[in-house]
């Protein structure tokens, strides 16, 4: 069943006590804005059809989210999928063949529309986020929203990439970590997600 509007909607609060951590990244990707790189969308091509290899019929949808998948858009440089699959609780489906396909996992977080996250960041291989959702992800779709508002809306994507390089170079002068440079583009991820549910009709 498809994410209700009232679930799009509804905002999330990182809780930290809700992560279940299952292992650590092998290497840590820099937070550095870069120029677009035309090599991003065929590293996208390249990374889902390795999922879809080892995983099949149990996915539902396979989509470049995140910086990488807007055109135009300074990013930092690693690809984010949302892998949408049958069921997420059950790990045993697709844990092992995604580990035997270069991916590590890395967390759970079953109270969070039952995210499962695994990252490609061995040396020498181009950074990977691999966002594991259920069906019925509302974040997943929000992702989406997002892209696509950004794709038709000029003044937004050069909003946001000004935030990005701030928020970046803020995180760098202060020595802080992935989670700081999120969220300090937070506010205005979600005033951009506000003109994009209003055009879609969601809010006044």
Known sequence: MPATVAQILAAYEYKPGQVERVAQRTVQPPITIVEPNPEWPQRFEEVKARIQKVL???????????????????????IDVDLTIKDATDEASYVKPLEEAGFLFILREPRWHQHRFFVENWPKAYHVNLHVWGPDSPEATRHRIFRDWLLKTPSDLELYAKVK???AEQTAIAGDSMMDYTQRKDETIHKILARAFRDLGYIE
């Open 165 to 167: 390089r701030e928020a």
């Open 56 to 78: 099949g019929a149990l996915v539902l949808d396979i989509a470049h989210s995140g910086s990488t998948g807007v055109p135009g858009l300074p990013a930092k440089d690693i």
